[in-house]
Structure formats: structure tokens, C-alpha cells
């Protein structure tokens, strides 16, 4: 398993696919991404660049939920990639009550937009990264570069598109 850098999120062209970009953070710094959906997308980036919404979103919601029962998120976990899905977990640990660990299976864009919100590590199986993970050439965009074509795709939207 390794610890994964959360680069951001990137519109995939001419597509309009958004996607999550994780990264290695040690070894031979491999990026894994992972297409989601438009509204995992949102909350991800707005989460990323401390955007309150009028009203919380989901995940603000399962992280609040999370922290009133005691419960703390300790990882989230990129676990496999089947027939071009990827699958995670939230590792849970109860406080109190002898840190009884819990693991919940959860899409890797809902996972990721909880971790965020929680300042939460992420991690990817070495299986995973194998298979999906790839080297960036120098010619490929930077972190800049990604965040700036999300913030061009984040135009197009406005909080009150998640009220309900």
C-alpha cells in the first residue's frame, strides 16, 4: 500500500470527464486517475479550495455525522480496480471502546471528497497503482496547470446547483 498525493481534480477533454488525480508520494511517483462523476468533482474541488457551500453537502454531512458519533476516519484506501471500476474503503476507528477499527466500502470519489474534508491520508494498493498507475512525461501538465483547467470547469457552476 502506498500513500497517494491528492493532485486535484482535471476535466478530461474533449469529454468534459471529470476526474480525481492521485499521485505516489515516494517510489517512482506514479499518478493513478480515476474518472467521477460532475458532483463528486464539485464538492472535491470546492473542498479543496475551502469553499463553504449554503448549505452542507453530503460530505460535509458524513464527516460531521462521523465526528459526533466519535468516530474517526484514520485512511481512505484505493483497494482495487475490476473491469475498470475502482473500489475503496473508509477505515474507520471507533474513539474510546478499545479503538475497535471498522472498514466501510465506498466509491473512490466519495472517499476521497470525505478525506479531504477530514485532512484524512489516502492510499492505494500496489496492485492498483500497477495497473492503472502511470509515470507523467515532462511535457504533460503540472499540478498548476490541472488546477487551473478545474477552476475553468468550476465557472460553469454555482453553490446554489447543490440546494436542494
Known sequence: MQEMELLGVRVEMPSNAPMVLLRERSGRGRTVQIFIGATEATAIALALDGVDTPRPMTHDLLAEVLGN???????????????????????LRRQGQGGEPIVVSARPSDAVAVAVRTGTSIYAAEEVIAEAGYTED??????????????????????????D
Do not use: Q, Y
Open 69 to 91: 458519533l466519535d468516530v474517526e476516519l484514520s485512511a481512505v484506501v484505493v483497494t482495487e480496480l475490476r473491469d475498470k471500476t475502482f473500489f475503496a474503503e473508509l477505515h
Open 138 to 163: 515532462a511535457d504533460d501538465d503540472g499540478p498548476e496547470e490541472v488546477v487551473e483547467e478545474f477552476k475553468e470547469f468550476l465557472d460553469t457552476i454555482s453553490p446554489e446547483d447543490f440546494e
